[in-house]
């Protein structure tokens, strides 16, 4: 669960309309400079500010991963200043690119970036005033009854009902059958799971009333060939020995269908020990899992040769004349305001990245100074082509496969150096779109740029600092904390980002993937990747004007790039949603769509985040469960989680000196 921008959004305007009112207006002068803690009524644009410094933290850090995986995965702590610096660094890189980037993915009409739509329309429901028809209701009345409603309702799945996050419906036919449970279950290929938690809906993919209806339909295609159809053929033909492990599992496994041990193959230093290794056997991992990382290749490669074919007009105009080839009408009015300097972001980016090579090289990374420039390098080379995707589907591609690849190929068997170079690599393009998300939303509600630049670093730094303090205080309070034994808290997340250690930094991409791997051929997606957009293109190109123009091969390819740890339940679920909203009523209600779509989806949001706050703190946090009941037990179909034959995954027995095994 993720307490959003959203929330901060709702709860800061009666907060900000409370102290409009009851703090002192007289002014105050500290050396000179003047100032009053209250300059008047609270306005959209002060709203907007506090929204925006909110939204810089709204999220974990992805650097906390690391954090984790090396205290609880790899048994290392690095310390308070080490992570501090890291989360920092890894956050700020990206500010740096995004100011450089804003003529070609903020200033033009065309980057409308859609996510902002929904944020837009709630700042319009708080601050303005409609002219109605008789009986008609008021944006703010519809968000008031949708929100209440929200966290009225999300006690049921949070808390009373939680199997409802999942109802495995034709798994009900007959729980024990093992093919039926893989295909039918939650934590299978969930076909026909449905789900009535919109938290679970939206955890992975955002809301579905946001994303355009043509940019669901790629990922709706993209989701059924993939996990419906590539994926069932490749396990129950038994390709790469796939019957033996479940058929979608983020967790690594022995030839022999045993959790791999990853720490019996480490040195103390946690390093790979080859001899170890050889004794221990090879990894092997899901079919689905596996798969995944193939059309990850393949949606790398599809990002450049799109980006050539459908952009490269557009870029090199931007390129030519920034300013003037722009006719977004907030671009123009926003020439009131004096800009932020280019230089002031270049040197953000130039200390960020001088702070990040010195807290890899004063602290035990792993990673050389040259891989702190090539991460950073291939951040700024991609994040181009992925905010134009961004900018336009609300789709972001991830760079966490490619990084991954090419680290794990230059410093194999450094499980924390690949971890440390992909998050440079990765998170600094991500949090350069969301920077860059964030100057469009300042745009369109016409806030002076300086003032944005300010609270965009202000808020990072504050976030990153309780980031870190958070992530502290759960590792040191709750016990047995991000695996089974710890539920709820079993961090699906770090357990992904721990097995993509192991895979690209500790096994190593020359092992895992290399001509003698079973995994091998999933390199010749690089290639497909590659070549995939053109037959799309010639074909639009020849009939213009249809749905072939809507075809977009990078959000198609990388539509399953967060399975797992997302399931195909959520996919599904949300793109039934994505239907209903995005296709029927905008087609059919119109009115109604344009009116309340956006405000409907800022409720729902914001009374999920509300709820779930409640009943964290209230009741979670104090130990106080619901009875237990039918209810209450989140999955009724355990065999999703068993291999073709029915075994569930265990730890391997470990070897006695009188010859017996453990168990």
Not at 168 to 191: D, E, F, K
Request: proline share 6%; aromatic share 16%.
């Amino acid at each position: 669960m993720v307490v959003g921008a959203l929330a901060v959004q709702l709860l800061s305007y009666p907060v900000g309309q409370f102290m409009a009112r009851v703090l002192p207006t007289r002014r105050h002068n500290l050396c000179g400079f003047q100032f009053t803690l209250n300059p008047g009524p609270f306005n959209v644009k002060e709203h907007v500010l506090v929204t925006i410094m909110a939204n810089c933290g709204a999220g974990t850090a992805y650097a906390v991963d690391i954090i984790v995986i090396q205290r609880v995965f790899y048994k290392q702590n690095f310390g308070f200043i080490a992570n501090l610096l890291l989360i920092l660094t890894t956050q700020l890189v990206g500010y740096g690119m995004a100011g450089i980037l804003r003529r070609y993915l903020v200033y033009p009409a065309a980057m409308i970036w859609p996510s902002n739509l929904v944020t837009v329309a709630l700042f319009n429901t708080l601050h303005t005033r409609e002219h109605l028809a008789p009986g008609q209701w008021t944006r703010q009345r519809f968000f008031a009854v949708c929100a209440i409603g929200s966290f009225l309702y999300y006690w049921i799945p949070a808390y009373i009902f939680p199997a409802i996050t999942a109802l495995t419906l034709l798994c009900y036919i007959n729980p024990s059958n093992v093919v039926l449970a893989q295909v039918t279950g939650s934590q299978g290929l969930g076909i026909g799971v449905l789900s009535l938690d919109w938290n679970t809906i939206t955890a992975f993919l955002g809301s579905p009333l946001i994303t355009p209806w043509w940019a669901q339909m790629n990922i709706m295609t993209g989701f059924v060939l993939i996990a419906w159809v590539m994926v069932p053929i490749a396990y129950y033909t038994n390709i790469w020995n796939a019957k033996q492990y479940p058929i979608l599992t983020s967790k690594l496994f022995t030839t022999d269908g045993y959790y791999y041990d990853t720490l019996s193959i480490l040195t103390p230093t946690k390093n790979l020990d080859e001899g170890m290794y050889s004794a221990y056997g090879p990894l092997r991992i899901a079919t689905f899992f596996a798969i995944s990382y193939g059309i990850g290749f393949a949606g790398l490669t599809a990002i450049m040769t799109h980006t050539f074919l459908y952009h490269r007009k557009q870029i090199w105009a931007q390129w030519k004349d920034a300013r003037g080839a722009s006719q977004d009408i907030h671009y123009k009015l926003m020439q009131a305001y004096k800009e932020v300097p280019e230089w002031w972001y270049l040197s953000l980016f130039t200390v960020m990245v001088i702070l990040a090579i010195v807290t890899c090289e004063v602290w035990d990374y792993g990673l050389p100074w040259w891989c702190v420039l090539l991460a950073v390098g291939i951040s700024a080379v991609f994040s181009l082509p992925i905010g134009l995707i961004q900018a336009v589907t609300n789709q972001q591609p991830g760079l966490n496969i490619l990084t991954e690849f090419v680290i794990g190929y230059i410093l194999p068997g450094r499980p924390i150096a690949n971890v440390t170079f992909k998050t440079y690599g990765y998170i600094s393009m991500s949090h350069a779109m969301s920077f860059l998300g964030d100057l469009k939303l300042g745009q369109y509600m016409k806030i002076p740029p300086k003032a944005m630049f300010m609270t965009q670093l202000i808020g990072t730094c504050i976030a990153g600092v309780i980031n870190l303090i958070t992530a502290n205080w759960l590792l040191s309070t709750r016990p047995n904390i991000c695996t089974q034994e710890g539920y709820p808290w079993t961090c699906p997340g770090a357990n992904v980002f721990f097995s993509a250690s192991v895979i690209w930094g500790v096994i190593a991409p020359a092992r895992m993937f290399g001509p003698h791997s079973i995994y091998h051929p999933l390199m010749y997606f690089f290639v497909f990747g590659l070549f995939i957009p053109i037959p799309f293109y010639l074909i639009a190109k020849c009939w213009p004007g249809t749905f072939l123009d809507k075809i977009h091969t990078p959000v198609l390819l990388t539509s399953t790039g967060m399975m797992p740890p997302a399931r195909p339940y959520q996919y599904a679920n949300w793109l039934v949603i994505g239907f209903v909203f995005q296709y029927c009523i905008k087609r059919f209600r119109a009115e109604w769509y344009n009116r309340f779509n956006y405000v409907l989806s800022a409720a729902l949001d914001s009374g999920v985040a509300m709820a779930a706050l409640v009943i964290f703190f209230t009741l979670q946090m104090q130990g106080v469960d619901f009875p237990s009941w039918w209810g209450t037990h989140m999955n009724s179909c355990p065999l999703d989680k068993a291999n073709f034959y029915g075994q569930i995954p265990m730890n391997k027995p470990k070897a006695l000196p009188n010859g017996q095994t453990s168990p």
